[in-house]
């Protein structure tokens, strides 16, 4: 692993006005950033050190092989917080469609932090942070800033920064999540580029995943932007935990009702017919312990719920976190319980969102800590 060294820390006075830029090889590393105090409200970091590089790692699926990283620190109460990272030279030709992983180290073995941006080729995009002045006029040399939504690390924390990019392509979907979480295509749904993009599951098409390890959890929010054409509001399962018959998911039944179903013919929910083609955002927490605990928001707004049919049975998430979308199970259920529709965007959070960050998934600024969080592009992944 290539470290960049930056000497000793100085006051800040007797620093370069220039920024300084480490040059990195995507998949390569970049390196150790000693990092001093000053009374600045916005300050790069370690301007005008001098850099001693060290053994460098090339990565087989490197994008770009001379990235300049700007990392910059801002003024938090009276601490600084590690907030931003400026990167400029950047192929976006070669790297459309990657994903990057950077990754902040003290002095031990693990991350203090790891965020994840996703290259698009027209704009990035990520779970932890905005972008702001985004130049692709020279697509071989593009720039962006990265902004934390919320920092979190000191910046005299940081010894060492690390940055890789991966291949989105195949059938795994891009999760910009954090924790471990993956989601794969089945069946290649079709995309549409219409009201903002989305997949087409109505071709057959499903998606399998985890969340990992879901023992000790009580709660678990699953958020979709998803649209049922009025064709298919018959009978399906937009959400579905588990394997076979250990179910507990969303069941759709147009007219007799939409909510969740423990595999006992049951629903608690409510008549959903009058959101039916069209999309809208819907936020569904399940407990495990207690299902008339559940909730669903649509749009931003809490619905009421009540028994539709049956008595519910007790139930449990899978402990691996496994779950399906749009396709109610893995055996004998695919065929019955296949709910057609469309599908733009998917998180799925190990806890209980409230009500404000319910409403927030539908304004456009969703709480970060999503173990999956993915959206559909034209190139048949998820961004």
């Not at 005008?48 to 092989?65: I, L």
């Not at 998803?226 to 250990?246: A, K, R, T």
């Not at 605990?293 to 539709?308: E, K």
């Not at 893995?330 to 965007?345: E, F, I, K, M, R």
């Amino acid at each position: 692993m290539g470290l960049l060294n930056f000497g000793d820390n100085e006051p800040v006075a007797s620093r370069s006005k220039n920024p300084l830029k480490l040059i990195l090889g995507i998949g390569a590393l970049a390196g150790v950033i000693a990092l001093g105090s000053t009374l600045a409200a916005n300050i790069n970091l370690n301007t005008g050190r001098p850099v001693e590089f060290g053994q460098g790692v090339a990565a087989a699926t490197a994008c770009d092989d001379l990235i300049t990283m700007t990392p910059q620190a801002s003024l938090a109460g009276d601490v600084f917080m590690f907030s931003s990272i400026s990167l400029s030279n950047l192929n976006n030709i070669s790297c459309a469609g990657k994903l990057f992983s950077i990754k902040l180290y003290g002095t031990g073995a693990a991350p203090l932090a790891t965020y994840s941006i996703f290259d698009a080729g027209t704009e990035f995009t990520s779970p932890d942070g905005t972008f702001s002045g985004s130049d692709f006029n020279d697509p071989t040399s593009s720039s962006t800033t990265f902004n934390l939504t919320s920092p979190t690390v000191l910046s005299t924390s940081v010894n060492r920064i690390t940055m890789e990019s991966s291949s989105t392509t195949g059938s795994g979907w891009i999760n910009l999540g954090s924790g471990g979480g993956s989601i794969s295509l089945h069946g290649s749904p079709a995309y549409n580029s219409a009201n903002g993009g989305y997949l087409d599951f109505s071709s057959g098409g499903f998606a399998t995943g985890t969340i990992g390890d879901t023992r000790g959890i009580s709660s678990i929010t699953v958020a979709m932007r998803m649209n049922i054409p009025s064709e298919y509001q018959s009978l399906g399962m937009p959400f579905y935990w588990g394997v076979n018959d250990d179910i507990y998911d969303v069941w759709n039944k147009g007219s007799g009702g939409f909510g969740f179903n423990t595999f006992n013919n049951d629903i608690l929910g409510m008549d959903a017919t009058s959101n039916f083609n069209d999309f809208h955002n819907y936020v569904f927490i399940f407990n495990s312990a207690d299902e008339t605990l559940n909730q669903i928001y649509v749009d931003g707004v809490q619905q009421s719920l009540s028994v539709l049919q049956g008595a519910p049975r007790a139930t449990h998430f899978p402990e691996d976190g496994s779950f399906i979308l749009m396709q109610g199970g893995l055996s004998s259920h695919n065929d019955t319980y296949h709910q057609n529709g469309y599908v733009s965007a998917v998180k799925i959070y190990k806890r209980a969102l409230g009500d404000n960050e319910a409403a927030a998934v539908f304004t456009g600024s969703p709480p970060s800590g999503a173990v999956i969080d993915v959206r559909a592009s034209s190139s048949g992944y998820i961004r």
